[in-house]
């Protein structure tokens, strides 16, 4: 059996003009042994899994011998040029059009209408107004139609250039034999009899109309791609390595990881690292959505493409290029587009079958006007509009755009969804469980009370507990530190005791901070205040603080609440979601933070070997489960869910096995990533009930011949820029907080 590789291998494709030309490339690919391969449209993209054995060259002679051309894509930077190369020439193509359609239309069309006006030679002087616009300015769809000739297939394209070239031949050998037709009809009257030139105008008409609709389309087309690559641009270019104290200005792909770097404000970071020395705000808008700055100095983490806004910077680099936060963010983003959803998916079965249905609804159209007994010339019109008004190339463009966008929206609030699968499933969950430590809570201990049990201060027995846990690296001694502050007294003889505490000498006294366990271990009575002060904490943790053998005082810990939990649980019950906390605390602990937070069902004392069959439970009861989650526990649960959702601080096995990925360290990301997937498949599900109801509407409407093949073709172009257009308005989509009256 052949075995494809990790990596794919993906590919720039130029030439597609429809969903149809998507489809055709991805069946040849996939026709190679081992390949599979998936080609968007919208994107212009192909990701090609490749076996071992085949190369990057054998997927782009693939793709060239369909009748397309493919380069193995390297940079944004490449998409964009050629992005702009194809928007010049339709541009061009465009302007030829549109400058010779007009005198044309209006020469056709008084001559047709006032035949007194007609001159010797006015047919021929049609004839040249408009050959440039059929030959040169419809040269995209003919080339596209002969290629899909030369693989015997059929496309959008086959449909536009029959329909041009149909127009156009017609009216030729029109005027060439001085065939005499009784007249046609333009939507405000009937031409008088003679009138074969006003076909010029239609296909000459009908090629600008498509022309200018497939400009816009792509201008807009390149807009929805470029959001992808929004975040990449952010990056930094350069970067200032400090060596020797010196700063030294290089490429930004040149630093290495344990490099110094120097951040002036104003600029952007050019990696991810630690802070050294300085202090600062950073603007993380661009990256986690959130507007308010954030104070930094040493001991920091930051990430690339943050603006430092105020002070000066030093930072130690410890992911450099690639493996930046930014640069990840921005690859999954563009990976997330590649994907197809299942209503993608179906969309290209329907778009494969639908163009050869449609020409044989046109000889159909052609020979029931016949055999009904009408001439020749209407059962022509009724024909070329059929074929006209049929382009499904909004039906191909419905999906794609709105996904596109709103996956990159959604990297820009914060939020990275791997793909259209995770926007579905998004959707789809009425139950989200979330997670208590590093989820619900921060994860960070803070000081929560003090108590005095001698005639020390409490001020005094939070100092010399600051003084011995600064020495020591567990979370519970990092929050006494913190409360304790700044000019801490030394201490001498330091000694960390494993799960219990931690002991030195401070002003010239032995002080110990620990359990009530480790006290009676070693011989220190607690006072009975102490325990009474010990069992009235209920969900905080309490250490006691010992100095010259007798118990002073105590210090009470706990992991604090995210202040965005209450509101965003809210926001989570406005959606119709219920929520559930999931904990290993025990039922008081776990009932306390699920009261402040307002969660109203809690699994508590669950292990993180039962997790998954908590997730599991919910699932069989017929719950549709989001799982929340972010340390190294929580990644089979994630896995598990039919929605995966992780903090992006947390672990890489939590990030790894979850579907979104919560950038912001604010749980209201959980609220916006539903409302947006909300707002997505809505917007999917209206680009498709507009392409599939213009497409049932006009066909018959054309088939009776009630549609002007000119007008035919504007309403198709119409259609297929709506399309992207209403895709687009996700760009401006902000997270509704008002019901819990958050700003």
């Given at each position: 059996m052949t075995t494809t590789v990790d990596a794919p291998v993906e590919l720039a494709v130029s030439g597609m003009t429809c969903a149809a030309c998507a489809g055709r490339i991805e069946r040849k690919l996939n026709r190679l042994d081992g390949v599979r391969a998936s080609v968007n449209y919208a994107t212009e993209r192909a990701i090609v899994h490749l076996p071992t054995g085949l190369g990057a060259h054998d997927a782009v002679e693939a793709v060239r011998k369909a009748g397309y051309d493919a380069r193995v894509r390297h940079r944004a930077e490449d998409d964009r040029a050629a992005h702009t190369a194809t928007v010049?020439?339709?541009?061009?193509?465009?302007?030829?059009?549109?400058?010779?359609?007009?005198?044309?239309?209006?020469?056709?069309?008084?001559?047709?209408?006032?035949?007194?006006?007609?001159?010797?030679?006015?047919?021929?002087?049609?004839?040249?107004?408009?050959?440039?616009?059929?030959?040169?300015?419809?040269?995209?769809?003919?080339?596209?139609?002969?290629?899909?000739?030369?693989?015997?297939?059929?496309?959008?394209?086959?449909?536009?250039?029959?329909?041009?070239?149909?127009?156009?031949?017609?009216?030729?050998?029109?005027?060439?034999?001085?065939?005499?037709?009784?007249?046609?009809?333009?939507?405000?009257?009937?031409?008088?009899?003679?009138?074969?030139?006003?076909?010029?105008?239609?296909?000459?008409?009908?090629?600008?109309?498509?022309?200018?609709g497939r400009y816009f389309e792509t201008r807009s087309r390149r807009n929805a791609v470029g959001l992808l690559t929004a975040l990449a641009g952010l990056a930094a270019k350069d970067a200032r390595v400090v060596r020797d104290g010196v700063e030294q200005p290089v490429p930004a792909a040149s630093l290495r990881v344990g490099d110094l770097f120097a951040v002036r404000p104003g600029e952007a970071l050019p990696a991810d690292g630690v802070v050294t020395d300085g202090a600062s705000a950073l603007d993380t808008s661009a990256i986690t959505g959130e507007s308010v700055p954030v104070d930094v100095g040493p001991g920091d983490r930051v990430v690339g493409g943050t603006v430092n806004r105020s002070g000066r910077l030093v930072v130690r680099a410890t992911e450099v290029g690639a493996n930046t936060q930014l640069a990840q963010m921005s690859a999954l983003a563009e990976q997330a587009a590649q994907r197809k959803a299942a209503v993608q998916r179906l969309v290209d079965r329907v778009c494969a079958v639908f163009v050869p249905v449609v020409l044989v609804l046109a000889a159909l159209t052609l020979a029931g006007w016949l055999v009904t007994g009408h001439g020749t010339r209407e059962a022509f019109t009724a024909a070329v509009a059929v074929l006209i008004i049929a382009c499904p190339c909004a039906l191909g463009l419905a999906t794609p755009t709105a996904l596109m966008v709103g996956v990159a929206r959604a990297a820009q609030l914060g939020v990275l969804i791997k793909g259209p699968e995770a926007l579905e499933a998004t959707r789809a969950v009425d139950t989200v469980v979330l997670d208590k430590t590093g989820t619900i809570t921060t994860g960070r201990m803070a000081v929560v009370a003090t108590a005095a049990f001698a005639d020390a201060p409490e001020r005094d027995v939070l100092r010399w507990a600051g003084a011995v846990e600064a020495a020591s690296e567990h979370p519970v001694a990092a929050a006494v530190v913190t409360a304790a502050g700044e000019g801490l007294p030394a201490v001498t003889g330091f000694e960390a005791l494993v799960g219990a505490g931690a002991r030195g000498e401070v002003d010239g006294a032995p002080v110990v901070v620990g359990t009530a366990a480790l006290m009676a271990e070693l011989g220190v009575t607690a006072p009975q205040q102490a325990h009474r002060w010990l069992d009235d904490l209920g969900t905080a943790t309490g250490v006691l603080v010992a100095r010259a053998g007798a118990v002073v005082g105590g210090i009470a810990v706990r992991d604090t609440v995210r202040p965005s939990a209450a509101d965003a649980v809210a926001r989570l019950h406005a959606l119709g979601l219920k929520t559930v906390l999931l904990t290993g605390d025990g039922p008081a602990a776990a009932r306390a933070v699920a009261d402040e937070v307002g969660v109203p069902d809690v699994l508590a004392g669950v292990r993180p070997a039962d997790k998954v069959a908590a997730v599991e439970a919910l699932r069989a009861a017929g719950r549709r489960v989001a799982v929340v989650g972010d340390g190294v526990n929580d990644g089979p649960a994630l896995a598990a869910a039919d929605l995966g959702m992780a903090m992006a601080r947390g672990s890489d096995v939590a990030a790894q096995a979850a579907d979104v990925i919560l950038v912001r360290d604010d749980l209201h990301a959980v609220p916006d990533a539903v409302e947006l997937a909300n707002r997505t498949l809505g917007t999917i599900r209206g680009n498709l009930a507009w392409a599939f109801g213009y497409n049932a509407a006009a066909l018959p409407l054309a088939a009776f011949g009630l549609l002007n093949p000119l007008i035919a073709g504007a309403a198709m172009s119409l259609s297929s820029v709506l399309v992207v257009a209403n895709s687009l308005r996700l760009r401006g989509y902000l997270p509704d907080r008002s019901a819990v009256g958050t700003g």
């Open positions: 010049a020439d339709l541009r061009r193509r465009l302007v030829v059009a549109a400058v010779l359609a007009i005198p044309l239309g209006n020469l056709s069309i008084s001559l047709a209408l006032a035949p007194s006006l007609r001159f010797p030679g006015w047919e021929p002087l049609c004839v040249l107004l408009a050959l440039p616009v059929v030959a040169y300015s419809a040269w995209p769809f003919h080339r596209a139609a002969l290629r899909n000739l030369r693989h015997g297939s059929s496309s959008m394209d086959t449909l536009v250039s029959l329909g041009v070239l149909a127009s156009f031949g017609w009216a030729v050998w029109s005027l060439a034999a001085g065939a005499s037709g009784p007249g046609y009809w333009l939507g405000f009257g009937v031409t008088a009899e003679g009138a074969d030139a006003v076909y010029l105008d239609v296909a000459a008409g009908v090629t600008t109309f498509l022309l200018a």
